[in-house]
């Protein structure tokens, strides 16, 4: 399930957001990989401001819906493999799109990312959290354990 939105002015011209209010229902990061290319797409690479503009437009459109959503952050298609720590690069560099894009745009939250056993991006949804130092937990990326639900 998930709401499909078309443009005519973006590389990828269609995003799908899937949003579950049931926690049962949330999955963890290979597992909504999956459900995407199964659904004929990918996990979303942000490649611009733009797009991530756009993508926060979509959520704030959602959120203004009679669907009631709340806090839940969303999967997008950031990872690293946690094999390659012992490699020389800072590990921030070590994040790559899962789709191959080789787009260098990051929105990370203040202090993110933490890396040590979080491997896979979320984009923060929480409207009801407390902001924290570097503000609301809104469309600010955070690395999260690949297998927690979302």
């Known amino acids: 399930s998930g709401q499909k939105v078309c443009y005519d002015d973006f590389k990828r011209s269609c995003y799908k957001l899937a949003y579950f209010q049931d926690l049962s229902r949330r999955v963890g990061f290979e597992e909504a990989r999956q459900a995407c290319e199964m659904d004929g797409?990918?996990?979303?690479?942000?490649?611009?401001?733009?797009?991530?503009?756009?993508?926060?437009?979509?959520?704030?459109?959602?959120?203004?819906?009679a669907s009631g959503i709340s806090d839940g952050d969303f999967w997008i298609g950031l990872w690293r493999n946690g094999n390659e720590l012992a490699t020389s690069s800072p590990c921030p560099n070590l994040y790559k799109w899962a789709d191959g894009s080789i787009s260098p745009f990051r929105n990370w939250y203040t202090d993110e990312p933490s890396c040590g056993s979080e491997a896979c991006v979320v984009m923060y949804h929480q409207p009801t959290a407390n902001p924290g130092l570097g503000g609301p937990?809104?469309?600010?990326?955070?690395?999260?354990?690949c297998n927690m639900k979302h």
Do not use: P
């Open 41 to 65: 797409g990918a996990l979303l690479s942000l490649e611009s401001e733009a797009e991530q503009q756009l993508i926060e437009n979509m959520l704030q459109n959602l959120t203004k819906s």
């Open 137 to 145: 937990y809104l469309y600010q990326w955070n690395d999260d354990r």
